[in-house]
């Protein structure tokens, strides 16, 4: 059985990597429709093997037959768009902040809270975390259950891709400024981002924090539990893929580095990479175009009774969005099929 699937945003970075990543995974589509604003109506967007996808305008689209509907495309189009899709009939994947921290509609990464999906029926909304926040917490997740964590201090090293495509070429064009003796000029980043880091993604709060600290704080909350205390600083660094992260976790009781180490090599979405001498460790280099959440740095806190260090690094386009939702798509399909399967038996008892 196949299924009718959109995916709003098709011609941004996320949007075309969930697009790879259906094919790749030879997702059951019957029907593949490619959504963006009517200024990339009849554009063009790859997907596979297979012939090239032409984009349709999402202002003029209804969303009727359509099964699974992916939303990549910023949290405006999804509060306006999201509930009409999900209002007819489709199951909403929805990668931006919009719905998040709404209490109708689960947050999940499936290798993390896949329960939570029992939830989706409220809204036909499932939200995918912020990019930073889905390799954090598959780290977080095997330590969490060998100990349970107290606190998390987590400073982030994002790439600007997490930005959009845009920031990206403001990249490249002051990289190649720089060395060609053109002015350099700040017009996305508040600062210039080539040779240079930024503390500072997501606008102010009253309090100090930016929006990005408070969403990682906040969604890791909703997927963990409230009881774990987070603290985050973001950082916007001149890399084209990839998000780093250093963590500090704090435990409730002892966890050794061994037993650490031994919990997330049983993770099937980390790769410990961990060697203690000189390149023993992941970059973002290593890890774009990579499935997994990459761990090394790992070593004991002595500063705190029990805590860990961990450098956590994955490729925020791939597992940091699109894979993610990918893999929720895939969560919600075997778990409708489950229901389908036990309410045929049932049927079938009852018969008998």
């Not at 969490?144 to 997490?162: C, E, F, H, L, N």
């Not at 969403?215 to 973001?234: R, Y």
């Not at 410990?272 to 970059?283: I, K, L, Q, S």
């Not at 973002?284 to 959440?293: A, L, W």
């Amino acid at each position: 059985m196949g299924y009718q699937v959109a995916v709003v945003g098709a011609t941004g970075n996320v949007g075309r990597e969930i697009l790879n990543i259906l094919a790749e995974r030879n997702f059951p589509i019957d029907e593949m429709t490619a959504l963006a604003s009517s200024r990339s109506r009849g554009l063009e967007v790859s997907f596979g093997e297979r012939a090239a996808l032409k984009v349709r305008a999402l202002e003029d689209f209804h969303f009727k037959g359509i099964d699974i509907a992916f939303f990549a495309a910023g949290s405006k189009v999804s509060a306006q768009y999201a509930p009409k899709a999900a209002q007819a009939g489709a199951i909403v994947i929805d990668k931006t902040s919009h719905f998040r921290l709404d209490a109708d509609v689960p947050l999940v990464v499936p290798e993390v809270n896949p329960e939570a999906l029992e939830n989706c029926g409220r809204k036909n909304i499932i939200s995918s975390p912020n990019c930073v926040v889905v390799p954090l917490v598959v780290a977080l997740k095997p330590l969490d259950q060998v100990a349970r964590i107290k606190r998390v201090v987590a400073s982030t090293y994002q790439s600007v891709s997490g930005a959009g495509r845009p920031h990206m070429d403001e990249l490249y064009n002051q990289t190649r400024g720089t060395f060609v003796n053109d002015p350099v000029e700040a017009q996305l980043f508040p600062k210039p981002i080539a040779f240079n880091v930024i503390p500072h993604i997501d606008d102010f709060r009253s309090n100090g924090m930016t929006g990005e600290e408070e969403k990682i704080a906040l969604e890791t909350q909703k997927i963990l539990g409230s009881s774990v205390a987070v603290f985050a600083t973001c950082v916007r660094v001149p890399v084209f893929i990839g998000h780093s992260i250093s963590v500090a976790v704090e435990f409730e009781e002892k966890i050794t580095v061994a037993q650490a180490r031994a919990a997330l090599e049983k993770s099937p979405s980390v790769e410990v990479f961990d060697r203690h001498r000189e390149g023993g460790y992941a970059t973002p280099v290593e890890c774009s175009g990579e499935d997994r959440v990459y761990v090394s740095r790992i070593r004991q806190d002595t500063t705190v009774p029990h805590g860990l260090g961990l450098w956590v690094v994955t490729d925020n386009l791939r597992k940091g969005a699109a894979l993610n939702g990918v893999q929720i798509a895939e969560r919600w399909v075997a778990l409708i099929s489950g229901k389908h399967a036990k309410s045929r038996h049932l049927q079938k008892s009852k018969k008998n």
